[in-house]
């Protein structure tokens, strides 16, 4: 398949590998740019220490003590105990700092850590200050650590250990009974740290959907941009035949198709220009034969002569039809702005002014877009067959978001519902003594869908009623 631009698939083949990319560049930032996720815990003895300062609250004032980073409760039942070296440890220190039995405290813990594993992590120089009994510590127990170089300052440490022998707990729940029998609980609450990391690994893969959304929105404009602007084209080929080619945009499958809708316009072009030939070749070949037959008649009888000239004034009417009906096309007529209240106004007015019964109501100025002459025969055309079946017409225009609506509508018997669709093809005529060769309504509604509407026989209490619907 020959033509410029990618497949189709070509392009969402790469919407998905940028995707997988962003996926790996999302992964690589929380891994660079993110710390590990640091641990739930806490030193123990603030713990022990921070329970000791809520018991003494909480036989105060009878309340139980409030906190952001613990959890605390009164209640008639006493707390889960697990029976563990941390815990037990923990049990003693908190019955030894409260100076109760042992036996009225519960501890839990799930998960403890020692100084060996687990590091606190300096935050920024500022936080560093707070670190400096641990380091002093540190160096301590450890030693100094060795000079920097002379050239350079020494950079601040991004880990300190913690305290020697202070135990890190996560996961427990501390609970001793009151004086009045209730039980003190303290458990433990959310992590500030983790969240913290947490919100920060969220914002990243939030900033990188975000990123996701706009590359899909231009693909997707890219893709759809090209396909919009080819249903336009092949939207206009379709109400004009001579309107410009389909311009080959986007995909590959847009520029093949764009070059088959090319082929089929040229091909319909071809056709109507052969219609129209032929038909105006055949009305000029047939009105010499009707002159001379016309010219033969005069030489008749008088009643043959009346009868011969009734016959050929209806052949020549005929042929009027058949031309009209070839050149109702939009590929003939340049469209304009014009003023459709004053179009349908000056037809009723030369009507009216022949003495027929035709009225007109509604709008006073509405301009669209269309041929001026084209227009003229359709509405024309429906005004004629309400004038002549129905003994007058009444016409209306009002505009709405359909677009223009005109509203013709006589005193007629009507038409059938049965046959609402049948009268608008060609040569098809409900009552044959009227005469006519049937192409008034056919050619009325190619007009009306050359400009993107459509005419239809609608319900009517009496009479028949034509709607003719036009985009603005």
């Known amino acids: 398949m020959s033509g410029r631009g990618l497949p189709i698939a070509a392009h969402l083949a790469l919407l998905v590998a940028l995707t997988f990319v962003s996926a790996f560049v999302v992964m690589l930032a929380i891994l660079t740019w993110l710390p590990p996720r640091p641990p739930n815990l806490m030193r123990a003895d603030h713990l022990v220490a921070a329970f000791a300062r809520g018991y003494a ?59 060996d594993v687990v590091f606190y992590r300096v935050r920024d120089i500022e936080a560093h200050g707070r670190m400096r009994e641990m380091h002093e510590l540190h160096v301590r127990l450890h030693g100094p650590p060795p000079p920097p170089p002379a050239n350079r300052a020494p950079p601040p440490p ?21 004086p009045e029998g209730r039980w003190l609980i303290m458990r433990q609450g959310a992590d500030r740290d983790t969240l913290g990391w947490l919100s920060r690994a969220a914002l990243i893969l939030g900033a990188t959907l975000a990123l996701l959304s706009c590359l899909a929105l231009v693909f997707a404009h890219r893709l759809a941009a090209p396909i919009q602007s080819f249903a336009r084209a092949v939207q206009s080929v379709g109400l004009d035949p001579a309107s410009e080619s389909v311009r080959p945009a986007g995909p590959r499958e847009l520029h093949a198709a764009a070059q088959a809708v090319n082929a089929m316009q040229a091909r319909l072009r071809a056709l109507i220009t052969d219609r129209t030939r032929t038909l105006a ?33 209806n052949i020549e009417a005929l042929i009027s039809s058949f031309i009209a009906f070839a050149r109702d096309d939009p590929a003939e007529e340049a469209r304009v702005r014009l003023d459709l209240a004053a179009l349908l106004q000056s037809l009723v007015d030369d009507r009216e002014a022949a003495g027929e019964r035709v009225s007109y109501e509604g709008a006073e100025r ?32 009002r505009d709405s978001s359909a677009g223009a609506i005109i509203d013709i509508v006589d005193d007629g018997p009507g038409i059938p519902a049965a ?12 009552n044959a003594e009227a005469g ?15 400009h993107g509407g459509d005419v239809a026989i609608v319900d009517s209490p009496r009479g028949a009623h034509f709607q003719i619907v036009l985009p603005l």
């Open 366 to 397: 509405l301009v669209m877009s269309g041929q001026m002459l084209g227009l003229t025969r359709l509405f024309s055309n429906l005004i004629d067959n309400a004038v002549r079946y129905g003994a007058g017409a009444r016409v209306s225009l």
């Open 57 to 115: 609250q909480a036989r105060e004032t009878g309340r139980a003590p409030t906190d952001n980073t613990l959890h605390w409760r009164i209640t008639a039942q006493p707390p889960r105990a697990l029976d563990n070296p941390p815990a037990r440890i923990v049990r003693g220190q908190v019955a030894q700092r409260l100076s109760v039995d042992p036996d009225a405290v519960m501890v839990a813990v799930t998960e403890t850590a020692r100084r």
């Open 281 to 313: 070749t055949v009305a000029h070949d047939m009105r010499t034969p009707l002159m001379r037959l016309r010219l033969a008649a005069e030489n008749t009888e008088p009643a043959l002569r009346e009868r011969m000239a009734r016959e050929i004034g």
């Open 419 to 430: 046959e609402r669709e049948n009268v608008f093809k060609p040569f098809v005529r409900l």
């Open 436 to 450: 006519g060769a049937g192409l008034g309504l056919p050619a009325a509604r190619a007009i009306a869908r050359a």
């Open 158 to 178: 991004l880990f300190a250990p913690p305290p020697g022998g202070v135990m890190l707990l996560a996961g427990f729940e501390i609970g001793a009974r009151l």
